[in-house]
């Protein structure tokens, strides 16, 4: 069992208040799930005392490593959500809410909803520290996957590996992404996870010697060159990466030449070029191999300089050259974003230019998940042919959150613009459908079929028969009941939110459409004027 002071031991620049705000909820959690067990038959309070613990290894605050210790404690009905409320305020509360809401959600296997699903996920989830904890929460959950029942652990480990752990990169959290990847990927396919084992071991094997020579000799090449602040680690690919490499090079082992990697970890951006140039000076890069992603961070705002270069001692070798601050960034992600004492470190590091640039880069790349082909649309003005289906409210959005100062403002941004405008149900088979905010059954039964729309005689949301003006909520369930004999009336054209259902109404009831300017007309009318 995790001990609260190794939680508490992990905070960084914790306040008297912020370790005995901890050791209450340590304590409260401890008592509410005294008489509960794991599938292990350990103790179940080892799970939500080990989930504070990653959160606090990430860094979060005192809050959201309190919700940790406090996210199963609501769902298993051992307290109250007004005692939760009472005790530890209302933030907290919300974020264990969060938590249990999204747990709701399971993953059917259907790999067309994968997408959905995760954006579901991160819309349901309007405080980012929800999705964390719920990513610590699996993680944990994944550690101990082997107690869980065989016919429950299949779903659980292929859910990881679709949903969560590429949740986890568009967060940027690359350490927890390739640790959910490899904790599920033997449950998935046992027989590829093993092989990549063994092309990883062998590989190892060969190269492990030449490059802690390699290592050395860079190391006193930098040293000569003045620089004596860097450190250099040797990083290992991770076994579901791997095997997604060998599929793509028809597993042709010699031509992959990152399963060991030399990683240098300088202070400096200014210092990783210096770097970078003595690297090629020592070693022969491999032409077209060599990546600034310092200069053009990934979507997820990784940042690094990768070279492939050729050594006498260890053969191809893959070199990434990072600052302290992007190693960091690339193994925590958001999270490391989301601690401001973090972010007053950085800014103190970086400057504060070079900070707002990798915010700004760093939040755009959560709208461009959402739509991946949206980049194409909010480059090229007016250039959407080829790029259908993504919705200009979308783009408009991603434009407008180029500039973002900051994560928690970029956030809070995206609650506002985007999920209050969007809203995710479900059909009972599980299909997410995407409505604008307030609407209606009536709304959601003709985006499924105009038929249905025509012939709708009720609606159930959650199991339970509503009223066809009930406005959808994120998440829920909808079941349309059809009847041949039903029809549409004038009066649903108050209720309904979406053009689509108002069309389909007014050509049921053979009424015309309004004398209103289209958005269309209005749109071309303002371009002419251009
Ligand atoms: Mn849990």
Known sequence: MTPVKEIIGEMTDASPEDIAFVEKAYEFSKKAHATQTRYSGEPYFIHPAATAKILAEYGMDATTIAAGLLHDAIEDGCISRDEVEKEFGKELLFIVDGVTKLGTHKYRGAERHAESLRRLLVATASDIRVLIVKLADRFHNMQTLEHVPEHKRQRIALETLEIYAPIADRLGMGKLKSALEDLAFPFVDPDAASHAAEVRKLKTQETEEGLTKVQKEIG??????????????????????????????????????????????????????????????????????????????????????????????????????????????????????????????????????????????????????????????ATKEGETKGVTKVPPWLAELAEAHTDVAGSKEFVEGLREDFFSHRVFVFTPKGDVIDLPAASTPIDFAYAIHSDLGDHLQGAKVNGKLVSFDTVLGNGEVVEILRRDSAHPSTKWLDIVRTSLARRHIRATLGLTEPEKPTPKRRRSSHQSKK
């Open 220 to 377: 006193s090449e930098l040293t000569k060159k003045g620089l004596t602040m860097f450190r250099t680690d040797i990083r290992m690919k991770g076994l579901w990466s791997l095997h997604q490499k060998l599929k793509r090079k028809r597993d042709d082992i010699t031509l992959i030449h990152d399963i060991a990697a030399l990683r240098i970890i300088v202070s400096t951006v200014e210092d990783c070029y210096v770097t970078l140039g003595a690297v090629h000076a020592l070693y022969k890069p491999l032409p077209g191999e060599f990546k600034d992603y310092i200069a053009f961070p990934k979507p997820n705002g990784y940042q690094s300089l990768h070279t492939t270069v050729v050594t006498p001692e260890a053969g191809i070798v893959e070199i990434q050259i990072r600052t302290e601050d992007m190693h960091r960034a690339a193994q925590f992600g958001i999270a490391s974003h989301m601690s401001y004492k973090q972010l007053g470190k950085g800014v103190e590091k970086l400057g504060k230019e070079t900070q707002k640039s990798r915010f700004s880069s760093l939040s755009f790349s959560w709208v461009r998940w959402l739509i991946p082909s949206l980049m194409k649309v």
